[in-house]
């Protein structure tokens, strides 16, 4: 018998995690922008070891995020790509759930500096403006992200089914 995801249970997943992000990134706005961040709805980037809704759900989340915290248009778009990089990568390597937050982390230390450098101005080097983001994203993705993973792995089929036809 062949498994098919639901077409409506993705969608309604990816909207959840979506809105997700967007609140944990507004309610946190002094720490979620800036050369210094840590986005707490970084830990959202944990999802795709659970579902592939977590891959649109993310990029969507993080341009409404954008737009809604006043982020410049640079800054919508291309830290929204660093997001959703971010997001297919965490999902090919989901075998290994130690993996899975290293695309996350890679892309926004590489992409975010440039984008704060030459779409905001900031005076930092980039290599110094990459050693923050990286940081930040180790304690988004890695820290926050597994420690969200250890509590829903355990509910993870019911959470994340599969509808069987």
């Known amino acids: 018998m062949k498994v098919y995801r639901s077409k409506s249970l993705e969608l309604t997943q990816g909207a959840i995690i ?37 891959i649109p759900g993310l990029f969507v989340g993080c341009v409404i995020a954008n737009m809604l915290g006043g982020a410049i248009i640079w800054d919508v778009i291309f830290g929204s790509i ?17 993996l899975v937050p290293i695309p996350a982390i890679l892309s926004n230390t590489v ?20 050693l923050y983001i990286l940081i930040g994203e180790i304690g988004g993705c890695y820290i926050l992200g597994e420690l969200l ?11 994340f089914k599969e509808d069987i036809h």
């Open 82 to 98: 660093a997001t959703l990089t971010g997001a297919v990568f965490s999902y090919m390597l989901r075998e290994n759930r130690w």
């Open 149 to 159: 993973a250890t509590v829903l792995m355990p509910h993870k089929n019911r959470l």
């Open 18 to 54: 979506a809105a997700l992000y967007v609140v944990l990134t507004l309610v946190f706005a002094p720490i979620s922008f800036g050369e210094m961040q840590l986005r707490v709805a970084e830990a959202l980037t944990i999802l795709p070891l659970f579902t592939t809704a977590a």
């Open 111 to 130: 992409i975010v500096p440039f984008v704060l450098k030459y779409g905001y101005g900031v005076e930092l080097p980039i290599p110094l403006i990459m």
